[in-house]
């Protein structure tokens, strides 16, 4: 089973994708992903909603919970969703603990920032790694003003180099970096010793992430720095059309898709 300290050892390229359901876990799991995040991407990805920050910890703890009984060999890291920390230290423990004691997480993923410091070190120290994220954090949606790419002027990026190195200090076994400049990743990525994870970062990264559903080309819609490996949603499509025809036609269910029980041919 893939561990934190893997991680951190890992000399080559790391994978990390999403999940939401068991079904879904076992296939990213059995492909040998070596991460899988129960990101609150669910938001938009699987619960209808057209942000993260509608999502509640009971949605994340019971995925999580369904994500942890199908994986064998992935870490598997669950996402704090918004207001599950930050608030009060001693509830955002319990959260994080929650997710670990109760779903079964392996660790959590906190999006980062001045105030989470201090509580990433609290959490590590009682024993819950923590991932830190930073660059775009989807929950400060309504302070950024929308999903723009985030470090594109040097304040912004020397923060960014600060606060990694601040949550490394703190006791955090990876971070991810989302939507920034290749370049900055990259310094980043030389100046810490935890492995980082790219979203929309360059290549330079210790790992990558993508949500399931833009890995595998299940929405009508992906992000310009996610890519699509496949066309699930065209072949979903196709299977649910040939269903439906088979029914309007009568040819499903055939006989072999039923089953006669001779005794009962003269019960009317």
Request: net charge negative.
């Amino acid at each position: 089973m893939t561990t934190t300290r893997d991680l951190r050892n890992r000399e080559e390229p790391f994978t990390m994708l999403t999940a939401y359901d068991a079904p879904t876990a076992a296939l990213v799991d059995e492909a040998g992903i070596d991460v899988i995040l129960v990101g609150d991407s669910m938001g938009n990805a699987v619960l209808g909603y057209d942000s993260t920050l509608p999502v509640t910890m009971d949605e994340v703890a019971s995925r999580t919970a369904a994500v942890s009984r199908a994986v064998d060999d992935a870490l598997v890291v669950a996402d704090m969703p918004f207001l599950s920390f930050g608030v009060d230290e001693a509830e955002s423990v319990r959260n994080a603990g929650r997710l670990l004691k109760e779903a079964g997480a392996d660790a959590v993923k906190i999006e980062s920032g001045r105030h989470t410091v201090e509580m990433t070190e609290r959490m590590t120290d009682i024993g819950i790694p923590v991932m830190a994220h930073l660059g775009l954090t989807p929950q400060h949606v309504n302070r950024l003003g929308g999903y723009a790419r985030q470090g594109t002027d040097r304040d912004a990026a020397e923060e960014i180099v600060e606060l990694a190195g601040a949550h490394e200090r703190a006791g955090a076994f990876a971070l991810v970096l989302e939507h920034v400049p290749a370049n900055l990743a990259g310094a980043v990525t030389e100046a810490l010793d935890m492995p980082t994870i790219g979203i929309g970062a360059g290549p330079d990264c210790d790992g990558q992430v993508l949500v399931f559903n833009d890995a595998v080309g299940l929405g009508d819609w992906s992000p310009p720095f996610a890519k699509q490996f496949g066309d699930v949603r065209s072949e979903m499509q196709s299977a649910l059309a040939e269903y439906q025809a088979a029914v309007e036609g009568g040819e499903f269910p055939a006989s072999e898709h039923s089953h006669v029980e001779a005794e009962l041919d003269d019960l009317y």
